[in-house]
């Protein structure tokens, strides 16, 4: 007769987790219930959480010194294997915090059963996460600085060129070209404060909350908060093994970012279109067509744009995937990793290959000269200067409106019209118009804080310059 035993053993689930079960996970669960063929990229922060945990055990006497240095060695040993790429990840194992552990026991033995003590899955993948997006957070910053000083340098050296500034894609006032490129100067400003203030958020310690009511063992929560380097520990255990907050608002940062790469990629490739000929994109940035041998095309900045659409769907898939969880931990949470590391690939490379680049752009000053003495851009100035000679502006648009109608009507751009010309629309303009109608003129009258004039730019980038080291 068959051992009895022996039947019971081979047919028992043999997870880390099967005690209770009396069959094995069927194949079709196994797969599809893996995490580890993304969540393996955690194993550093893993490692690193499972380190100061063990110390902290043995510290309040719950593992011994002796069980604790070999839990190090293991995870030392561990981490060198899966840097060498020596390391096999096992998908029955399911994700990164259970393919380590096994390991660990498979290595050391009891000792490595230990290493769970007081601790859960749930608040361990949220330390993951948390250190992992620390890290990612601070990579973010210096990639953006590298584009905004790929922007600032371009803007110092088109300083004087100007350009045509638009609303509603419409020719408008003339800019400087400096100025077009500090705006987006701008807007990378802030995605950088936005990191650094989701960084806040991130930067508390979620370990200890254990499953979800903490635990009854005595554990040390505010040890391994300063061991990893975090100001704080979590407020409430069910918040903490549910809350995946910070990695929305990491998304939304992120979609923002991309938002911004993807506005100035669009203004890429209007401007290198044949019709605008204001930029030249490196060949090294660009491609050919299969079958239009004369195409140069501006593929980077296309896909760029383009990538928008994968890195705001992440951050809808984060939303919807936590708003329906009732509290605390579901295994719903387990789709924050995929929407979180691609997007971090797509904005880490956007923003890598956009510094890049940024520093191969020439703008072609010649056309875009040429672009501001069409379109009547100074019409404004013409206004204001009417103002300046008390009248009122509603009555100086109107002033205004007439002068250009009549531009078009005789083919003839405003600096154009003589002195007589102009007075059949008012007494009040003087010989000393034209200085107004001029485009330089006009840019550097513009003087009001945040204005284009050449005061007013160059003050812009010495503080831009200053802000990121640029000698
Ligand atoms: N792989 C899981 C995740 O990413 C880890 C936590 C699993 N917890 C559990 N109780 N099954 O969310």
């Not at 945990?53 to 043995?58: C, D, P, Q, T, V």
């Not at 509603?394 to 009549?406: D, E, F, L, N």
């Amino acid at each position: 007769m068959k051992d009895d035993k022996d039947t019971i053993e081979n047919t028992r689930s043999d997870k880390l987790w099967g005690g209770r079960f009396s069959e094995k996970t069927a194949a079709s669960v196994e797969a599809f219930t893996a995490s580890i063929h993304y969540d393996s990229r955690l194993y550093r922060h893993d490692i690193a959480g499972s380190r100061v945990h063990a110390r902290m055990l043995a510290k309040q006497g719950l593992i011994s010194e002796a069980e604790c240095d070999s839990i190090l060695d293991g995870l030392e040993a561990i981490e060198h294997e899966i840097d060498s790429g020596n390391f096999e990840f096992r998908p029955e194992l399911e994700d990164i915090h259970m393919n380590i552990e096994k390991a660990l026991v498979e290595k050391i033995g009891a000792a490595g059963e230990k290493l769970h003590t007081g601790r859960s899955r749930n608040d361990q993948v949220a330390l993951d996460l948390r250190l992992y997006l620390r890290e990612v957070c601070g990579w973010f910053q210096e990639l953006l600085s590298d584009v905004q000083k790929a922007l600032v340098l371009l803007a110092r050296k088109y300083e004087n060129a100007v350009m045509p500034g638009y609303t509603h894609l419409q020719s408008a006032q003339p800019v400087r070209v400096a100025h077009h490129l500090l705006a987006y100067y701008e807007m990378f400003r802030r995605d950088k404060d936005r990191l650094a203030d989701c960084f806040k958020r991130i930067n508390v310690m979620p370990l200890g909350s254990a499953a979800l009511a903490g635990t009854g063992l005595p554990i040390d929560r505010e040890f391994v908060a300063r061991e990893l380097g975090f100001p704080a520990v979590t407020a409430n255990s069910m918040d903490t093994v549910g809350d995946r907050d910070f990695a929305v608002e990491f998304l939304a940062d992120c979609a923002l970012i991309q938002m911004h790469l993807s506005r100035m990629s669009e203004e890429l490739v209007l401007w290198s279109s044949q019709e605008f000929a204001f930029i030249e994109i490196a060949d090294r940035f660009c491609t050919g067509s299969s079958i239009m041998p004369q195409k140069k095309n501006p593929d980077v900045p296309e896909l760029i744009r383009g990538k928008s659409g994968r890195v705001v769907g992440h951050l809808m898939a984060m939303l919807t995937i936590l708003k329906g969880l009732p509290l605390t931990y579901n295994r719903d949470l387990q789709e924050d990793k995929e929407p979180v590391f691609d997007t971090v690939d797509t904005i880490s490379q956007c923003l890598s290959i956009t510094a890049e680049m940024l520093t191969g752009l020439k703008f072609n000053t010649d056309t875009l000269a040429d672009a501001t003495r069409t379109g009547f851009m100074t019409a404004t100035d013409l206004a204001d200067y009417l103002v300046l000679k008390n009248i009122p502006f509603r009555q100086a648009h109107s002033i205004v409106g007439k002068t250009v109608a009549y531009c078009i009507d005789k083919g003839k751009q405003l600096e154009e019209l003589s002195l007589e010309e102009l007075h059949q629309f008012s007494q009040s303009i003087e010989e000393d118009v034209y200085s107004v109608l001029s485009v330089q003129g006009s840019v550097d009258s513009r003087q009001s804080a945040g204005g284009t004039s050449a005061r007013t730019v160059s003050e812009a980038l010495r503080l831009a310059e200053e802000a990121l080291g640029i000698e």
